[in-house]
């Protein structure tokens, strides 16, 4: 969600802690001036609300696989200015999704295309590290990529690195369509969950299809979770009544896991 002063007063009636906001938008180094991502910041914080994530972090013109290493280079140049950036505005969360970016053409080898996506990465811990950032992966579904489709992928491959600052990004959506279990799923990556993007089957707001969220909820609260929901969904009419149905839809939902 763009922070506007309409989205941000949204949020704030309906006593909403943060906003998510489109990185390639209004956090985007090549486009934003510090000057402007301070304006931001500053707005943001006027509705006492925080910057809590950035999401959608490259413009569509990157690609991290690329066979010209120019290009390539440009994605590791963004990467490191985005952490700046994102420090700069304590938004300490970039989602590592972006499919268009990491997607692999089906004439290059498979491996060839994630070794590329893995330098990314590995510029992305340092890049982290130097700022203060954590780059949360989030898997996407076959849908929309061909490289890192389930949350244990997303946990093995920064296993892998020995990162401190690539962490995992769970999306229900996502997940729904590719785990075989999406509690499981849950319970595996606790160590490196530190977001999650919430939404129901249809891509409606929470409470708008069939998923049962306080089992959601319940292992969420079991493995100690202590990062954000952000809702990250389709909405149908007012924007303020469907917010309102799903923070009370979510906070009922959480009431029953004590309930007894």
């Not at 590791?76 to 692999?104: M, P, Q």
């Not at 600052?165 to 996502?174: E, K, N, S």
Request: charged residues 30%; hydrophobic residues 40%.
């Amino acid at each position: 969600m763009r922070a506007t002063p309409e989205n941000l007063e949204v949020l704030s009636k309906l006593n909403f802690y943060g906003i998510e906001i489109p990185a390639s938008v209004q956090l985007n180094p090549y486009i934003i001036s510090k000057e402007e991502r301070e304006k931001i910041r500053s707005m943001v914080e006027s509705f006492d609300l925080k910057i809590v994530a950035a999401n959608v972090i490259y413009p569509r013109e990157m690609r991290h696989v690329a066979e010209d290493e120019n290009v390539r280079q440009k994605s590791i140049e963004y990467t490191w200015k985005l952490a700046e950036a994102a420090a700069d505005i304590d938004c300490r969360i970039l989602v590592w999704g972006s499919s268009f970016a990491r997607n692999i053409p089906p004439d290059m080898p498979f491996d060839v295309g994630r070794e590329r996506n893995l330098a990314i990465l590995k510029e992305a811990e340092k890049a982290g590290q130097e700022y203060g950032v954590i780059f949360a992966i989030e898997p996407l579904s076959k849908r929309e990529s061909n490289f890192i489709n389930t949350v244990i992928e997303a946990y093995e491959v920064a296993e892998s690195i020995g990162a401190n600052y690539l962490m995992v990004l769970a999306d229900l959506r996502h997940m729904i369509r590719e785990e075989e279990s999406v509690l499981d799923s849950l319970r595996k990556v606790s160590k490196r969950l530190v977001h999650v993007h919430i939404a129901d089957e249809n891509s409606r707001v929470p409470g708008k299809g069939v998923l049962d969220f306080t089992k959601i909820l319940k292992v969420l609260e079991e493995i100690g979770y202590k990062g954000c929901l952000s809702i990250e969904s389709r909405i149908e009419g007012n924007v303020m009544e469907e917010l309102a149905f799903a923070k009370r839809y979510l906070e009922s939902s959480y009431a029953k896991i004590f309930a007894p």
